[in-house]
C-alpha cells in the first residue's frame, strides 16, 4: 500500500530564508519578484503578455530538432518542438549543469516538475510544452564529476571520478558540455554501479548507463540520452545552448550587456542592497568590476570584467575597447556567453516562458535577476518551485 507524508520545508536543514518566505507567499519576499508562485499567477493574462512578445521560433524550432534528434527523442517530443512554433504555445522551462550520470537527483526532479506542470496547462486548453536547457557551458569541471550515492550498507558515499577521468590534469577553464569522455568512462561505470546496494535494478542501472556514458561522447550527449531515457515518452524538449547556431538568435541580448554594463551594474548593487536589508543573504555575489558576461578565449572560458578603459578578461590577461567587443559579436558570437544573472533573459528572449521551475538557491537569485526584466521591459515568467520527494520501497520505510 502506498503511503504519502508532506514534509514542511521549513523542518528541514540549511534552507535560504528568501526561499521559505518566496514559497510561504510572504509579501516581504514577494516584492523582489513579479509574480506569486500560484495556479492564479499562471493564468491566461500572463499568457497573453508572453506569447505578445517577439520570439525566434521559426529559427529554434529547427535547432531543436536537430538536437534532440541526436539525443534519440521520442517522437512526442518532436511533437512539442512542432507546436512551439505556433503563435499561441507557451514554455515551462528547467534546466541544470550536465553532470555525471544527470547529475544530482534533484534534476530528474527539475523535468518532471516541468512535464507534469506543462501536462496541467495543457489540460486548461493552453498549449504548453516543457523545455530542459541543459548547462553546457559552466566550467566547474570538480561540480559535474562529483557523485554522492547509497554504498551496499546503505550509508552514503561522495565520489568525485575527475581523477579517474583524466587524472591529475590542471584545472580546465572549457565548457563542460563539450568535454569528451576517455575510455575510462568504462572504469567509472562499472566502479559506480559496483558501489550500488544490491536491487532488482541494479542490472538494469549499469546497462542504462553503459549505453548512454561511452567513450568519445560528450558529457552533453551523455546527459541528454540519459535523462531521456529515464524519461521515456514525456515530451521533454531538450536545448544545448553551446549550439553555434543559437549565439545569432541572441546577439541582441549580449550587445545590450556589453553597451549598459555600467547601468547593469548599477541596478544590480542597487537590488543586492534591497534583498541585505530586508535580512536576506544575497545567492550571487556580485563584484566591483564585474559584467553579466563571459568571454570564449581560445576554448576557454573568461568572466569578462569593467575597465576604467574598456573590458578584460578576469584572470586572462587580454584586454578589449567597447568597439573591438562590437565588432566579435558581429562576426563571432559563439564567443560570448551569459553568466547565471543574465541567464535567465537570455533563456526569456528564446522561449516564451511562462514559468520557469527553480530549486531554493536559483529562486533567491532570481531575486536579484528580476531588475533585468524590468529593465528590458520584459515580463518576468512565474518562478515555479521544483518539487522534491523521496521515493522509498515498503522495506525500507
Keep these: 500500500m502506498v503511503s504519502i507524508k508532506n514534509i514542511a520545508y521549513r523542518s528541514l536543514p540549511n534552507q535560504s530564508e528568501l526561499f521559505l518566505q518566496y514559497i510561504e507567499l510572504s509579501r516581504h519576499a514577494l516584492r523582489f519578484f513579479q509574480h506569486s508562485p500560484s495556479a492564479q499567477s499562471i493564468g491566461t493574462g500572463l499568457c497573453d503578455r508572453?506569447?505578445?512578445?517577439?520570439?525566434?521560433?521559426?529559427?529554434i524550432a529547427p535547432i531543436l530538432r536537430r538536437q534532440n534528434k541526436s539525443y534519440e527523442c521520442s517522437a512526442k517530443t518532436l511533437e512539442r518542438i512542432d507546436d512551439l512554433e505556433n503563435p499561441d504555445c507557451?514554455?515551462?522551462?528547467?534546466?541544470?549543469?550536465?553532470?555525471?550520470?544527470?547529475?544530482?537527483?534533484?534534476?530528474?526532479?527539475?523535468?518532471?516538475?516541468?512535464?507534469?506542470?506543462?501536462?496541467?496547462?495543457?489540460?486548461?486548453?493552453?498549449?504548453?510544452?516543457?523545455?530542459?536547457?541543459?548547462?553546457?557551458?559552466?566550467h566547474d569541471l570538480a561540480e559535474v564529476t562529483h557523485q554522492t550515492a547509497f554504498a551496499p550498507d546503505n550509508s552514503t558515499r561522495a565520489i568525485d571520478y575527475r581523477n579517474m577521468l583524466f587524472g591529475n590534469t590542471a584545472t580546465s577553464m572549457r565548457p563542460i558540455g563539450s568535454i569528451q569522455f576517455p575510455d575510462s568512462i568504462r572504469e567509472v561505470v562499472q566502479h559506480f554501479v559496483n558501489s550500488l546496494p544490491d536491487s532488482a535494478w541494479k542490472n538494469e542501472i549499469g546497462s542504462l548507463l553503459?549505453?548512454?556514458?561511452?567513450?568519445?561522447?560528450t558529457f552533453t550527449q551523455s546527459f541528454a540520452r540519459l535523462l531521456l531515457k529515464i524519461l521515456g515518452d514525456s515530451g521533454l524538449i531538450l536545448f544545448d545552448p553551446q549550439d553555434p547556431q543559437t549565439k545569432p538568435l541572441i546577439s541582441h541580448i549580449f550587445q545590450w550587456a556589453l553597451e549598459e554594463s555600467d547601468e547593469i551594474h548599477t541596478l544590480l548593487e542597487k537590488r543586492n542592497r534591497e534583498i541585505e536589508s530586508a535580512g536576506f543573504r544575497l545567492q550571487v555575489k556580485f563584484?566591483?568590476?564585474?559584467?553579466?558576461?563571459?568571454?570564449?578565449?581560445?576554448?576557454?572560458?573568461y568572466g569578462l570584467e569593467r575597465l576604467d578603459s574598456g573590458f578584460g578578461l578576469k584572470n586572462g590577461g587580454r584586454k578589449f575597447r567597447l568597439r573591438e567587443l562590437r565588432d566579435c559579436l558581429a562576426n563571432n558570437p559563439e564567443k560570448f556567453s551569459p553568466n547565471v544573472l543574465l541567464r535567465p533573459v537570455i533563456q526569456d528572449s528564446l522561449f516564451p516562458t511562462l514559468a520557469y521551475v527553480a530549486g531554493p538557491s536559483e529562486i533567491a537569485y532570481f531575486a536579484q535577476v528580476e531588475v533585468l526584466y524590468t529593465m528590458l521591459n520584459r515580463p518576468m515568467p512565474v518562478i515555479w518551485p521544483r518539487e522534491s520527494f523521496t521515493l522509498m520501497e515498503g522495506g525500507i520505510r
Design 50 to 59: 508572453i506569447i505578445g512578445q517577439q520570439f525566434p521560433r521559426s529559427g
Design 90 to 138: 507557451v514554455a515551462i522551462l528547467t534546466g541544470q549543469q550536465v553532470g555525471l550520470f544527470t547529475g544530482p537527483l534533484y534534476t530528474v526532479y527539475k523535468a518532471l516538475t516541468a512535464i507534469h506542470l506543462s501536462d496541467e496547462l495543457r489540460s486548461r486548453g493552453i498549449r504548453a510544452v516543457p523545455i530542459f536547457w541543459m548547462e553546457t557551458e559552466d
Design 210 to 217: 553503459n549505453s548512454t556514458c561511452r567513450p568519445g561522447f
Design 287 to 301: 563584484k566591483d568590476r564585474s559584467t553579466v558576461l563571459f568571454y570564449i578565449d581560445n576554448g576557454e572560458r
